[in-house]
């Protein structure tokens, strides 16, 4: 039984953090940045409550204060591919690239002029993107201003190391810092589950009652049990949480 408490968790994020700019600088990757949550402008902080960013890490421009920027993670380029690849990638020579021809990426080389990333002194990266349950997106950057240094080469030698640190570390960090709340196992009846599908396939209740045959409350009464269960108040929000938990899928329909 794992009987670890908090500072025993807060230790072990820290080690995570040690080694993460260990391997950066190892790797010629050095200057590292950390975002646990995209959508949440609060640095990461360490076990003193300063910004990991001013104690254990650095970035390319000692002068550009990312994690006191608000707006930051709007901007940057490369954490706006973050938000549409969900595995681990790399940035060199002006393109982003993974270990496999990645959609996401590709579309990603063909809108975003290659200076939206140079703009910060990046010459090459090696990013983790961690997608994690309830939509959380987090992050871990290692850097370089060389453009010299052979990303690729680093990327293909290293990188499920580099994917697999992020995901312990910033793993290790929710745990350790944010709020904690005890994860609800939902269980959802056939018919519930049906609902939902054509409901995010943008089927109105009649519709739904008409391909299902059953009728219009009967509809209504499986999506009020499906909100209940999820703890949020109507439609939107739970089709938008059911998919994101990954019970009925992009794609809606039954």
């Excluded at 990426?105 to 349950?133: C, F, M, T």
Aim: proline fraction near 6%; charge should be neutral.
């Amino acid at each position: 039984m794992d009987t670890a408490g908090p500072h025993d968790t807060l230790s072990e994020m820290m080690k995570l953090a040690r080694q993460i700019d260990r391997l950066g600088r190892e790797a010629g990757l050095p200057y590292v940045a950390v975002s646990a949550d995209l959508s949440d402008p609060s640095p990461m902080i360490g076990a003193d409550g300063r910004p990991l960013a001013e104690t254990v890490f650095r970035w390319v421009d000692p002068d550009l204060a990312y994690w006191k920027d608000r707006a930051f993670a709007l901007r940057a380029g490369i954490i706006r591919v973050v938000r549409v690849c969900g595995e681990p990638f790399y940035y060199h020579k002006g393109k982003m690239h993974s270990w496999r021809p990645v959609r996401a990426l590709e579309a990603v080389n063909r809108k975003i002029d290659p200076e939206a990333y140079r703009a910060y002194g990046v010459q090459g990266a090696i990013v983790a993107p961690i997608h994690s349950p309830m939509g959380v997106i987090g992050a871990v950057v290692w850097a370089t201003n060389d453009e010299g240094v052979d990303v690729e080469a680093i990327f293909a030698g290293r990188g499920a190391e580099f994917y697999m640190l992020a995901l312990k570390f910033l793993s290790a960090y929710r745990d350790a810092v944010l709020p904690s709340a005890d994860p609800e196992m939902v269980e959802f009846t056939r018919r519930e589950i049906q609902c939902l599908k054509w409901a995010a396939a943008g089927k109105t209740d009649a519709e739904i009652a008409t391909i299902m045959g059953v009728s219009a409350p009967t509809v209504r009464f499986h999506m009020t049990n499906a909100s209940r269960k999820l703890c949020v108040s109507g439609r939107s929000q739970t089709i938008r949480l059911a998919t994101t938990l990954g019970y009925i899928g992009q794609g809606g329909g039954g």
